[in-house]
């Protein structure tokens, strides 16, 4: 069975100009969660989907950052326009249920340098 | 709010040594606690939880029990392998509504030499 895929594994832009990361969670996953994870931290959750909807998107800041999830299957999340501070590895995780006691399995991330 | 803390790394040992990684945490209700361990270029794993005080968690030889008394998680290997070499990261849940919001430690990174 495949794990959660997410692309690009690496993406290093310029200050200003957009960027988009992509996640197709493990099939049949209904949940889905997009985490940055800041160098020597851990991850912090961006927002939270069940199916179609964003049900938890307190901590995405959402001047420069949109996500979507069309179909409740494959996610973008969307940067625009990427900051210095936004050097990061962007997580996509997913898990089944919703009774929240489900784990949760991650890809391997994408990792953002933006110069 | 809800938060960890976790002792700082790198940890570096040497292979069949006992390993201790401390955990503590702060939370408003009665959160279930996890360690989750990240392989080098590959993404984060859960290693073992534990859903309530007095629980332990087990898997691959590491432990952690449940210690509500003194808010802590501790992860313990009796022995430790090359392969253990990773970033181990505790963390915790409350279910408050909010679904599963895993809340983070910085993480710990161990190094196991022969």
């Known amino acids: 069975e495949a794990g959660v895929v997410q692309s690009p594994r690496y993406k290093i832009i310029e200050k200003k100009q957009p960027v988009a990361f992509w996640c197709n969670p493990i099939s049949g996953h209904n949940t889905l969660y997009w985490y940055r994870q800041n160098l020597g931290q851990g991850p912090e959750l961006l927002i939270r989907y069940e199916n179609e909807e964003a049900v938890d998107d307190s901590q995405l800041p959402k001047d420069r950052f949109s996500a979507e999830r069309l179909k409740g299957v494959d996610s973008t999340l969307k940067i625009q326009p990427a900051e210095l501070g936004d050097s990061a590895v962007y997580l996509c995780?997913?898990?089944?249920?919703?009774?929240?006691?489900?784990?949760?399995?991650f890809g391997s991330g994408t990792q953002l340098s933006v110069l | 709010g809800d938060s960890v803390t976790q002792m700082e790394g790198p940890v570096t040992l040497s292979e069949e040594a006992f390993l201790t990684i401390n955990c503590t945490y702060t939370a408003t209700g009665y959160p279930s606690l996890f360690w989750y361990v990240q392989y080098p270029g590959e993404g984060l794993q859960l290693l073992l939880k534990a859903t309530k005080a007095d629980d332990k968690g087990s898997n691959k030889g590491f432990e952690a029990t449940y210690r509500k008394e003194t808010t802590s998680f501790h992860l313990e290997k009796g022995s430790v392998q090359v392969s253990d070499s990773a970033v181990y990261f505790c963390a915790l849940r409350v279910l408050t509504g909010g679904g599963n919001k895993l809340t983070f430690g910085t993480g710990t990174q161990l190094k196991v030499e022969l």
């Open positions: 995780a997913s898990s089944s249920g919703q009774t929240g006691n489900e784990k949760l399995f």
